[in-house]
């Protein structure tokens, strides 16, 4: 009786293995073509080997088949630090956006396999840094498995294999740079990516420390401190500044490398990225799109406002900390889910159904967006007088003045009268300053697209410790309190001229509503490298400022 007993127990073992696919080998090679039975909708936990004898881990979500049915292929992994969905009721199911788009496209007939990148999670290895030959080449890998052993992946009328891709993030460049050289990946779906990842960490050579931090402490937990980061050269990012060592290996990791240089992205791009998001800023999308736009490709892009966002106090606050994206996007008159706006690009591409998502949608706000044929390129200029702000000190305690801006709001609103536009702002010296350029005349004026400056920074202390930070500054018709535009900020970090595009932004204005440059000598998103030295800072020239109509 034990032994039959412990029979049993073996063979009930021996089939959870199998069913949940603990080994690759346990799992037959699938038929070609249609599914010759029919299948229940389910999921299982997989190992995939890669080219190089690693094993990554991965959940495979198998959707209802009929007998004679195929369905299209989505692969979705995680940003860094991150790890897969293994079911629908998950951290990433339910909170990120690929985890909510993967589940969204299995619910509708998709098989999706969600992976973990190498070094984390359950897979092998260590954090490479999106090496072309690790974790980019691993996207072939988990490409050569799942048609090699899931039934029934449906086709294109040129008889390639229908297969789509999500990711955000660090998962959003694995895919981008894959498809330089696989052919196999029809439609993208790259959330906050990147185009040149060292201009996206150090603008102007001026590493987001604030990012830095917290790049460098949560990703390697999850990764049993492998990365790359806690080494030479990366530690040199910690002083404020980026090596020349650091950004070569960061731009061979970008897809500014490839592009323009005899290489194109073969596949169709929808780029998902925030205007708030103040790690992959807007411009780092724009660039993707124009690549594959060059490259005759279909690039779409959903201009939403969330993204890679510091906890309050740092950015104003979005629902979770370090990454979230809007619920909801309206694009088309009225308000979807953005996992839907997803699978409709996904419905279109691989399944050949009718066109739904527009080539570009910009969300001004969370409630409201619009469809324009191009991203607005025109700017009015405005010339700036010599201004000064005291460094590091201008700005530092802003966050604590939020409260007494709504008091003061509340007070001078007594008086009916009042008239807010022409009151000249404190600032430069406990506070940013705030330089006034234009005063909006109607309500239906949009700050929108990308600000330029040309400005002469000079100051009373040397040419490395005369550093501050710009942006543009809207402070609303009867408000106190000026606030950056799309929360973005770019440093100026030694003396000199500065002939330069800002970080795009997208902010709806009013009748009263002043527009301007706002400067701080110390910011929290860049909290570990100001000038630490006291001192001045100078500066003067033109600001260029992309104000448009509202023409809906």
């Known amino acids: 009786m034990r032994s039959k007993a412990l029979a049993l127990l073996a063979c009930c073992l021996f089939l959870s293995v199998t069913l949940t696919g603990c080994a690759t080998t346990q799992l037959p090679l699938a038929d070609p073509g249609p599914v010759s039975g029919s299948r229940d909708a389910t999921r299982y936990q997989v190992k995939i080997p890669t080219h190089d004898g690693q094993m990554l881990a991965a959940t495979v979500y198998q959707p209802a088949l009929a007998a004679g049915d195929s369905a299209p292929l989505i692969i979705a992994t995680h940003g860094y630090g991150g790890f897969r969905a293994k079911r629908p009721f998950s951290i990433y199911g339910k909170t990120m956006i690929t985890g909510q788009a993967a589940i969204a496209a299995w619910r509708a007939g998709y098989w999706v396999v969600f992976y973990d990148q190498r070094g984390f999670g359950g897979s092998d290895d260590r954090v490479h840094m999106m090496a072309r030959d690790k ?75 604030s990012w830095g931090g917290a790049l460098a402490t949560v990703p390697p937990v999850t990764s049993g401190f492998s990365t790359q980061t806690l080494s030479r050269p990366w530690r040199s990012m910690f002083s404020g500044t980026m090596n020349h060592e650091v950004r070569r290996e960061l731009n061979a990791r970008s897809p500014a490398s490839w592009c323009g240089n005899g290489h194109s992205p073969q596949a169709d791009v929808l780029l998902v990225q925030g205007f708030r998001d103040s790690l992959m800023t807007m411009d780092q999308a724009l660039d993707n799109r124009q690549c594959f736009l060059d490259a005759g490709r279909d690039a779409r892009l959903l201009a939403i406002q969330g993204g890679h966002i510091l906890p309050w106090p740092v950015q104003r606050w979005s629902g979770k900390p370090l990454f979230n994206t809007d619920r909801d996007i309206n694009c088309n008159g009225e308000a979807q889910r953005l996992e839907q706006v997803i699978l409709s690009w996904w419905d279109e591409k691989l399944r050949g159904e009718e066109r739904e998502v527009p080539p570009l949608c910009i969300a001004l706000d969370y409630d409201d967006a619009i469809t324009p044929e191009n991203f607005p390129e025109s700017v009015q200029r405005f010339p700036v007088a010599r ?60 700050l929108l697209g990308t600000p330029e400056i040309n400005l002469m920074l000079a100051g009373t202390a040397s040419v490395r410790s005369t550093r501050v930070f710009v942006g543009i500054g809207v402070q609303h018709a009867n408000q106190r309190r000026i606030r950056v535009a799309s929360e973005q900020l770019t440093p100026l970090p030694r003396k000199g001229r500065y002939q330069q595009a800002l970080t795009p932004v997208a902010t709806p204005l009013q009748a009263g509503d002043r527009v301007g440059l706002i400067v701080y000598g110390f910011n929290w998103q860049y909290a570990f490298n100001p000038s630490f030295w006291w001192s001045r800072a100078h500066f003067n020239g033109e600001v260029a400022l992309p104000l448009i109509r509202d023409d809906r």
Do not use: C
Request: cysteine-free; overall charge negative; hydrophobic content about 45%.
């Open 387 to 446: 201004e000064q702000v005291h460094i590091p000190i201008a700005g530092l305690f802003e966050g604590f003045m939020v409260p007494f801006d709504a008091g003061y709001d509340v007070f001078r609103g007594l008086w009916s009268n009042a008239d807010r536009r022409f009151l000249t702002p404190s600032g430069g010296l406990g506070r940013p300053r705030f330089i006034p350029l234009y005063v909006v005349e109607r309500d239906d004026e949009l």
């Open 135 to 209: 974790e980019v080449r691993d996207v072939s890998s988990v490409i050569d498995w799942s048609l090699a052993h899931l039934p029934g992946i449906s086709t294109l009328p040129d008889g390639a294999a229908a297969i789509g891709m999500i990711g955000e993030s660090y998962g959003a460049g694995a895919q981008i740079l894959a498809s330089f050289h696989e052919p196999r990946l029809q439609a993208l779906v790259p959330v906050a990516g990147w185009h040149d990842l060292a201009d996206a960490m150090a603008p102007n050579g001026h590493v987001r420390t």
